[in-house]
Nanobody
């Protein structure tokens, strides 16, 4: 079992930055690939970014590529999402997720992750 708790969400103006954190507990964090997803009102949950458990591989949705950066600190059992140049369309609840997979694997599908956090709200004003 893995428990995930997101933090760092909030209200920011367009063009601003936020850094989300996801703290994991309960199992060997370094054995899990991690992902960030988001869900806006009335829309399906969508993939944002993913990172392998080694940290060597990352993958991004086209909508955030060049603006968001995913990283992890296995010593702190934490994965981060640095979000720069935020846009109003980035407004959503952001979720982190964990999947027990081989070391270099990154996953983009919501159905491929085993564990989910409760989410943190990000609101970008225009």
């Amino acid at each position: 079992q893995v428990q995930l708790v997101e933090s760092g969400g909030g209200l920011v103006q367009a063009g601003g930055s936020l850094r989300l954190s996801c703290a994991a507990s309960g199992h060997t964090f370094s054995s899990y690939a991690m992902g960030w997803f988001r869900q806006a009102p009335g829309k399906e949950r969508e993939f944002v970014a993913a990172i392998s458990w080694s940290g060597g591989n990352t993958y991004y949705a086209d909508s955030v590529k060049g603006r968001f950066t995913i990283s992890r600190d296995n010593a702190k059992n934490t994965v981060y999402l640095q979000m720069n140049s935020l846009k109003p369309e980035d407004t959503a609840i952001y979720y982190c997720a964990a999947a027990y997979v081989p070391p270099t694997t990154v996953l983009a599908g919501t159905g491929l992750y085993n564990y989910w956090g409760q989410g943190t709200q990000v609101t970008v004003s225009s």
